[in-house]
């Protein structure tokens, strides 16, 4: 029979989490099910090869655009460049997360099912306030469901913007161009890029209509990917600092007289270390599958700030659309890795908390057993639970300083080398 946390999770399963639900969607448009309990992963493989084959001609063609106009100017090509990392970056999370997709699922299934919560044998004890502990639980939980799904949508309606700005700028530049200032009735690319094709007689091919679709369809890839599998960490990681939020939380009342009769103290506690290591074994398996791609993703993104600190220069003569455009764009590769590092140090700060309430408890009047298992706990407390950036330091707000600070230098190079 199921306790009764074990009910209240199989309930809060069944709530819907906007957040979660356009990860998984995000996901699954790239051909990566990451819930297949939801949804059948019968056509995900092609459409996986189908997305690799499209990003990957994208790419070229704005490769082919680069080397074209390598000689003109860097501001030719700059646009070119910060979307061939983009596409880029993409491609590369896709074959990470397809490679390690059964880690990736069992993740997921494991915090919306609350799996690292559920079989833990505290509400079997006969303790006198069940209901008033088991509130204060769902309390938390759906608490952190709700923050989840608010950063979550923030960080999609600002991804939104820049997809939308390279989606309609051709349609609005021919309403322009044909409408206002009537000088020609042609619709451009999304984008500069040079898609190569065969002319035979007439004819084009590809054509131009598919060649203007397909660039079209690039600003769609960019979006599934960044949103999908950056949220996919914040959704974990402020999941995880739920799930020591809920530990804190027994641990304080660990010694409390209205909670835990003084003879089930010990089996309490057990109950709560036996939670830490679930916990810790949840943040080793969230550890190993984002610790390279985070790498990459934070190398990345420090050129990408760079070039659009770049742009910014460049464009403050042309006009405030384009400005605008830029900062767009700029606000969303900043938020893109802030959200890594703001996640991250969230969770550490939770755990540095966690410490501080194992010794806070009162165990010094407690029995034997407990006051050990209090100071094996401080042991293994004392190290917090900490992302690593590929193994070479660690995620936190002091190393997102560190990632603005070294793209203010590259800016300051790459301007320099160009007024030369």
């Given at each position: 029979?199921q306790?009764?946390?074990?009910q209240?999770l199989?309930?809060?399963?069944k709530?819907p989490?906007?957040?979660?639900?356009?990860v998984?969607?995000?996901a699954y448009a790239?051909?990566?099910n990451i819930?297949p309990r939801k949804?059948?992963?019968k056509h995900c493989?092609?459409?996986?090869?189908?997305?690799l084959l499209?990003?990957?001609?994208i790419?070229?063609s704005?490769?082919?655009?680069i080397?074209a106009?390598f000689?003109?100017?860097?501001e030719?090509?700059?646009?070119?460049?910060?979307?061939?990392f983009?596409l880029?970056?993409g491609v590369?999370?896709?074959?990470h997360?397809?490679?390690?997709?059964?880690a990736?699922?069992?993740l997921?299934?494991?915090?919306?099912t609350?799996?690292v919560l559920?079989s833990?044998?505290l509400?079997?004890?006969?303790?006198?306030?069940?209901?008033d502990?088991l509130?204060?639980l769902?309390?938390?939980?759906?608490?952190?469901w709700?923050i989840?799904?608010r950063q979550?949508?923030f960080?999609f309606?600002?991804?939104?913007?820049?997809v939308?700005?390279?989606?309609?700028?051709p349609?609005?530049?021919?309403i322009?161009d044909?409408?206002?200032?009537?000088?020609?009735?042609?619709?451009?690319l999304?984008?500069p890029?040079?898609?190569p094709f065969v002319?035979l007689?007439a004819y084009?091919?590809p054509?131009y209509?598919?060649r203007?679709?397909l660039?079209?369809?690039g600003?769609?890839?960019?979006?599934?990917?960044?949103?999908g599998?950056n949220?996919?960490?914040?959704?974990?990681?402020?999941?995880?600092s739920?799930?020591?939020?809920?530990?804190?939380y027994?641990?304080q009342?660990s010694?409390?007289?209205?909670l835990?009769?003084?003879?089930?103290r010990v089996r309490?506690?057990?109950c709560?270390?036996g939670?830490?290591?679930?916990?810790?074994?949840?943040?080793?398996?969230i550890e190993n599958l984002?610790?390279?791609?985070i790498?990459?993703?934070c190398?990345?993104?420090?050129v990408?700030?760079?070039?659009?600190l770049y742009?910014?220069?460049?464009?403050?003569?042309?006009?405030w659309?384009?400005?605008?455009?830029?900062?767009?764009?700029?606000?969303t590769?900043?938020?893109?890795i802030?959200l890594y590092n703001?996640?991250?140090?969230?969770?550490?700060?939770q755990?540095?908390l966690?410490?501080?309430?194992?010794y806070n408890c009162?165990?010094?009047?407690?029995s034997r057993?407990?006051?050990?298992m209090?100071?094996?706990?401080?042991?293994f407390?004392?190290r917090?639970f900490?992302?690593s950036v590929?193994?070479f330091t660690?995620?936190?707000?002091?190393f997102?300083?560190?990632v603005?600070?070294l793209?203010?230098n590259?800016?300051?190079?790459l301007?320099?080398?160009?007024?030369?």
């Open positions: 029979m306790d009764l946390l074990d209240e199989d309930r809060m399963d709530l989490k906007q957040g979660l639900f356009w998984e969607l995000s790239l051909g990566i819930a949804r059948s992963s493989r092609l459409t996986l090869i189908v997305v499209v990003n990957l001609s790419i070229y704005l490769v082919a655009f080397m106009n000689q003109v100017s860097f030719t090509y700059v646009e070119a460049v910060l979307l061939t983009q880029s970056v590369v999370k896709m074959l997360f397809q490679s390690s997709l059964e990736s699922v069992q997921v299934h494991s915090t919306e609350g799996q559920k833990l044998g509400f079997d004890l006969d303790l006198p306030r069940k209901q502990l509130r204060s769902r309390s938390i939980l759906l608490d952190n709700l989840i799904d979550v949508m960080f309606k600002i991804v939104t913007m820049p939308l700005y390279y989606t309609m700028r349609y609005f530049q021919y322009f044909c409408y206002i200032i009537r000088d020609t009735c042609e619709m451009t999304t984008y890029a040079i898609v002319k007689g084009e091919f054509s209509v598919v203007f679709f660039l079209q369809s600003p769609l890839w960019c979006f599934f990917a960044v949103f599998f949220s996919l960490f914040v959704v974990l990681t402020r999941y995880e739920g799930l020591i939020k809920v530990l804190r027994l641990v009342n010694t409390s007289d209205n835990v009769p003084k003879h089930l309490y506690l057990q709560c270390v939670l830490f290591a679930r916990i810790a074994n949840h943040h080793n398996q984002f610790k390279y791609i790498l990459v993703q190398s990345v993104s420090s990408l700030i760079c070039m659009l742009k910014i220069s460049t464009v403050l003569e042309v006009g659309v384009w400005m605008g455009m830029i900062m767009v764009y700029f606000v590769i900043t938020l893109e802030s703001v996640s991250a140090q969230k969770v550490e700060t755990s540095e966690l410490f501080h309430d194992w009162g165990w010094y009047n407690e057993d407990f006051k050990f209090i100071k094996m706990m401080l042991l407390s004392r917090t900490v992302l590929g193994g660690n995620l936190s707000h002091k997102l300083v560190q603005f600070r793209s203010g590259f800016f300051l190079l301007r320099n080398m160009n007024n030369k």
